[in-house]
């Protein structure tokens, strides 16, 4: 199991300083095989850390349950920590770095006692691809060794680059838990909360997380890396860093484009990035569902890359309905999290079939029978599966593609169409500014349901300040053309009548999809409103849809009204800037109110 010899100085006296920092018992680099990832899974399996399911129903495939206080993002103990509080911005947690570190290191200090210490060497992105970022994890979490083997490109081949003197982001974590000889160690092992810390140093390109060992807390390559720290990466180096997935889509005639899509989390974006078209003759190809790096080439075009290797998909709700093929995707060589277990160890959680079983393990570990008040699943229990495993991913799914269209959308009851695109590329970037979702599991919050503004889906995630960040979209945009740069839409599959969704979705979003890509060739099939472009419906291919006349014209609806609130409401959450609102958005915010003679 013994991995090259780090010869990379940097990464030497790294691995030093934090073994001497945290004190664990042993340390293991990760090599990327599948040997060392199998034998990591059973001793996991031997100290009863994860449960093995049922080979013949799940081959090669665990799950785990975390700790109750540690099971999703935790926004408020999230911090990007610059010297200047300004360059976080109002959207982000700020500690100045000199406040943040001391805390941190007195809580790293032999926190990886009794541990083991893993190094993981690995690439966001195709191993040696220009686009692509090196990063170097080191974590006391077998469980987050386990995860990173599969969301990123790990081993020995990175290390390679490293040693050539390639930069790498140094991310450490440790999941806050010391074991004194004799401790028991629970079997999810994390701190309390209040001591939980997911740190971002952009100006030094470094994470620290501290205390959760869960999802985008832990797997640091994931929000931490591809987004907070590449988005500050891409500021300065002139790309996006994006919540985007990405989709190939092929129309009748074999026309091939390709589209990106920002949905705030647990919003279908896995959803619609392995989407059955229901069009006649369509296919469609996934390259990612969460995050898309994009940089302008010297074509004038837009080209995006996914940069992670395997998918962290929320379980509930996916179904051989809602999504066939991330069904397949998880048959096996998947880690589950928080899912529930059944009496012949294969997993269960909400929706996943329309007949519940009449007993299960809950996520909790507890039994759970038919008809109990509490569900057996945790609403944001999660499977990590490698991306080679899903039946719909395009055979170029590793190299740069160009995006035609970019999509916005969110879950909004009310007030969005179905669709609408903008009048040109800087008007998009207001689309994206003032997108809304209701609140959803992915994070801890209270207010659920409620409709909060993620703008470009990125409100967590941006690593900067948030004027910059607009500024720096419209900074992009300027190194090409509106000829050649995505067309910009806003979707809303959620829209809804007193209690029920209007638009059926899943595959009939391919509908949608078919009008859009249209637009991007600049067929005539739009009516203008003061919001953008709607579907002419007389030009919207309704054919076997199962949705009224009256319906459809409901979903393209734009109301003045209701506009008028929305507005406002934009109106106060551009308070926010306060003094240093881009006048971008200031100028779109007063040729809407133009438009609707407000
Ligand atoms: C995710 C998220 O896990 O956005 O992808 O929360
Ligand atoms: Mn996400």
Not at 142 to 164: E, F
Request: with cysteine; aromatic share 10%.
């Amino acid at each position: 199991m013994q991995s090259k010899i780090i010869e990379n100085q940097t990464l030497f006296t790294w691995i030093e300083e934090i073994k001497t920092l945290c004190r664990p018992n042993d340390v293991v680099i990760w090599t990327g095989t599948q040997k060392q990832y199998d034998e990591l899974a059973d001793e996991e399996v031997k100290t009863g850390k994860a449960i093995r399911l049922n080979p013949e129903k799940r081959p090669n495939s665990l799950l785990y349950r975390s700790d109750p206080s540690d099971v999703a993002r935790i926004e408020k103990r999230t911090f990007i920590s610059t010297s200047k509080e300004e360059n976080a911005g109002p959207t982000n947690n700020w500690i100045s770095p000199k406040d943040l570190k001391p805390r941190m290191l007195s809580l790293y200090k032999n926190s990886m006692k009794g541990r083991t210490m893993y190094v993981i060497p690995f690439s966001m992105g195709l191993i040696g691809l220009g686009m692509s970022r090196l990063g170097v994890e080191i974590t006391d979490s077998p469980y987050v060794a386990l995860n990173m083997h599969i969301m990123t490109r790990t081993g020995d081949k990175v290390l390679d680059l490293i040693n050539n003197g390639q930069d790498f982001v140094k991310c450490l974590h440790s999941v806050g838990y010391p074991l004194e000889p004799g401790m028991k160690d629970p079997v999810w092992p994390c701190a309390p909360i209040e001591e939980k810390y997911i740190s971002h140093f952009p100006e030094e390109r470094m994470i620290w997380s501290y205390g959760s060992g869960y999802g985008g807390n832990a797997l640091l390559g994931k929000k931490c890396l591809a987004l907070r720290i590449a988005s500050s990466m891409a500021e300065k180096e002139g790309w996006l860093a994006e919540h985007m997935l990405i989709l190939k889509l092929k129309d009748a005639n074999n026309n091939v484009k390709y589209i990106t899509g920002a949905f705030p989390s647990a919003c279908g974006k896995t959803n619609l990035a392995m989407i059955n078209p229901s069009l006649k003759g369509w296919k469609a190809e996934t390259i990612g569902d969460d995050i898309a790096w994009m940089e302008i080439k010297d074509d004038g075009k837009m080209y995006a890359i996914n940069p992670e290797a395997g998918f962290f998909g929320v379980a509930p709700g996916t179904s051989i309905r809602s999504n066939p093929n991330a069904m397949k995707t998880i048959e096996k060589n998947t880690i589950f999290t928080n899912v529930a277990l059944t009496d012949d160890n294969d997993v269960w959680w909400k929706d996943l079939k329309d007949e519940e079983p009449n007993h299960l393990i809950d996520w909790r570990g507890n039994d759970w029978n038919k008809g109990d008040i509490l569900r057996p699943d945790h609403p944001n229990a999660r499977f990590t599966a490698p991306i080679i495993n899903c039946p719909t991913l395009a055979k170029n799914y590793e190299s740069p593609v160009p995006i035609s269209a970019i999509l916005f959308g969110g879950r909004r009851p009310s007030t969005i169409p179905l669709v609408h695109q903008s009048f040109d590329f800087e008007h998009g970037i207001f689309l994206g500014s003032i997108m809304g979702s209701e609140i959803t599991a992915a994070v801890l919050d209270e207010n659920i349901g409620k409709v909060r503004r993620d703008p470009f889906a990125m409100l967590p995630f941006i690593g900067y300040n948030i004027s910059n960040y607009i500024q720096h979209w419209l900074d992009v945009s300027k190194k090409s053309n509106d000829e050649l740069l995505p067309k910009i839409f806003y979707v809303n599959w959620f829209r809804k009548d007193k209690d029920t969704f209007l638009w059926p979705g899943f595959g009939e979003n391919s509908r949608v999809l078919e009008w859009i890509l249209q637009r991007t060739e600049g067929k005539e099939n739009f009516i203008e409103t003061p919001i953008g472009l709607v579907p002419d419906l007389d030009k919207f291919n309704l054919e076997g849809l199962s949705v009224s006349r009256t319906k459809m014209e409901e979903l393209v609806k734009v109301d003045k009204s209701t506009w008028e609130i929305e507005i406002k409401s934009i109106e106060n959450y551009f308070r926010m800037y306060k003094n240093n609102i881009p006048h971008i958005l200031k100028n779109q915010l007063n040729n809407l109110k133009k438009r609707f003679d407000i």
